[in-house]
């Protein structure tokens, strides 16, 4: 059974700083895609960080030089570290494994932003 669990949200005042993490079991994490989801209220889902299985990173301009992907594959773990966060900010942040045609999901976690 496919499990990633994230953790590491909560709230946090404008310019400060958060750090995901997603717990993965049951897949072979170091051969996958993970990638960090987000979707606010009325809003699309959005992706907001991406590595590769090669550890490759891509990010969008809205997050680019504030978040920071990583990933440990000897504990099946990926991170987000997001700094200087915005209200604009505030989202579900959900972690996603990707291989093939094969898509995993998270539950997501909570981020809230006040300014």
């Known amino acids: 059974q496919v499990q990633l669990v994230e953790s590491g949200g909560g709230l946090v005042q404008a310019g400060g700083s958060l750090r995901l993490s997603c717990a993965a079991s049951g897949i072979s994490f170091g051969s996958y895609h993970m990638n960090w989801y987000r979707q606010a209220p009325g809003k699309q889902r959005e992706l907001v960080a991406r590595i590769t299985s090669s550890g490759n990173t891509n990010y969008p301009d809205s997050v680019k030089g504030r978040f920071t992907i990583s990933r440990d594959n000897a504990k099946n773990t990926v991170f987000l570290q997001m700094n200087s966060l915005k209200p604009d900010d505030t989202a579900v942040y959900l972690c996603?494994?990707?291989?093939?045609?094969?898509?995993?999901w998270g539950q997501g976690t909570q981020v809230t932003v006040s300014s």
């Open positions: 996603n494994a990707q291989l093939a045609f094969k898509n995993y």
